[in-house]
């Protein structure tokens, strides 16, 4: 059989449908989103929640969504740049970071809905798969899917620190610890011990103490900001010890600065002109001008 092209002809392309605009660019990934939005036809219009993480380059951001026809709404949100508040001053974007940020919004999410009380998660952070159950006779525990976007789910991804860190801190999330940091594929155990290390920062801190014997000069410039800080490799497991505790005691996002009625905003573009302005701008100009021209005659 002879080699035939196919030539892209006019019926082709008056046929040609082209992809979603957030698909075009890269960004969402349509066949998971659907099976995370659309609700059962019995459940009729009950949000379908889902636990939204995104890592960036310098900050994590944790959002419980909902879809409706309008678009996504925000139950709430926390972001790793609000960890100061609560002690963490460095590493923002690690493991640890993540567990914590995925703390601070499942306390934050509870306490919004009056459930912190009921479903206080885990409390002894030891690493070990946990999940939460229903209480009798109360209100049921809230439920979300997460939602990774298009990130990898590779074992030991920051992502799952996110997920545990949300667990731990009441939400009923459907998962397996076949993910966390400590699991091993070929033998299918699971090491709690090595996920409690991630989770307190010890992979970090075992990094530092190697690197800070093997070349200082290098220690200094990788961790200059711990070290600004005053963060040893000793010192990290307390920091977030401490960090746990206070989001617990207090969830809530920092409250919004009141600017003052009579504060104007700030302007970028230039100010527009009157008329009087704009003529008297055109005389300077013709003055100018011909001001060179004298001169240069």
Do not use: W
Request: proline share 3%; with cysteine.
């Amino acid at each position: 059989m002879t080699f035939v092209k196919v030539v892209k002809d006019r019926q082709y392309f008056k046929r040609f449908q082209v992809k979603y605009r957030r698909r075009r660019e890269g960004k969402t990934d349509y066949y998971a989103r659907k099976r995370l939005c659309v609700q059962d036809k019995n459940k009729y219009n009950t949000p379908k929640y889902r636990l939204v993480v995104r890592f960036t380059n310098k900050d994590i951001t944790v959002q419980v969504a909902y879809a409706r026809l309008q678009g996504d709404f925000v139950l709430a949100a926390a972001y790793s740049h609000e960890l100061p508040r609560y002690g963490i001053n460095v590493g923002l974007t690690n493991y640890a970071a993540g567990y914590c940020t995925g703390l601070l919004l499942a306390r934050r999410v509870l306490s919004k809905l009056n459930l912190a009380d009921t479903y206080a998660g885990q409390t002894e952070v030891d690493g070990d798969e946990y999940s939460v159950e229903d209480v009798a006779g109360a209100r049921s525990a809230f439920r979300c899917f997460l939602d990774i976007g298009l990130a990898r789910t590779t074992t030991g991804a920051r992502i799952f620190g996110v997920l545990k860190g949300a667990v731990d801190g009441g939400l009923n999330i459907p998962h397996n610890c076949k993910r966390f940091p400590g699991y091993d594929a070929e033998s299918s155990e699971f090491n709690a011990e090595v996920h409690r290390g991630h989770i307190f920062g010890q992979h970090v801190a075992n990094y530092m103490r190697s690197l800070q014997e093997d070349d200082e000069t290098s220690f200094q410039r990788q961790f200059s900001g711990f070290v600004k800080a005053g963060v040893t490799a000793d010192s990290i497991e307390g920091m977030y010890t401490s960090a746990h505790a206070a989001i617990r005691a207090d969830p809530s996002p920092k409250p919004k600065k009141e600017q003052p009625a009579d504060k104007k905003p700030k302007r970028f573009a230039r100010k527009k002109l009157s008329r009087e302005q704009r003529v008297n701008r055109v005389a300077q100009k013709k003055a100018s001008f011909l001001h060179k021209l004298q001169s240069s005659a």
